[in-house]
């Protein structure tokens, strides 16, 4: 599995790069604050929101602490999607939130 640093994502970010960031959070979560790029998608929703998702984009999978995340991300490669973990979720980001 592919992962990324919070430190290179908020790079990335900072360098103005178009990142496809998706939030796998639920919503309780992330009230308390998201990248503000990020596209909510609750892991448990995930199966029913492929169609939303694009396989010529390489995704970023954000939680709280990298362990869902890195579930999603092992699903989305598992159908053909390109998907990243960012290590360590939310909790080892320190960029600017929403």
Do not use: H
């Amino acid at each position: 599995m592919k992962t990324i640093t919070p430190s290179e994502v908020a790079k990335k970010l900072a360098e103005g790069q178009a990142l496809s960031l998706i939030d796998v959070r639920e919503p309780e979560e992330i009230a308390s604050g998201k990248i503000s790029t990020a596209k909510e998608i609750p892991l448990g929703t995930l199966p029913e929101n492929l169609n939303e998702l694009d396989k010529n984009k390489e995704y970023i999978m954000v939680c709280r602490s990298g362990n869902r995340s890195g579930q999603a991300t092992q699903y989305l490669e598992e159908q053909g999607f390109q998907a990243v973990n960012m290590e360590g979720g939310m909790l080892a980001w320190d960029g600017p939130i929403e």
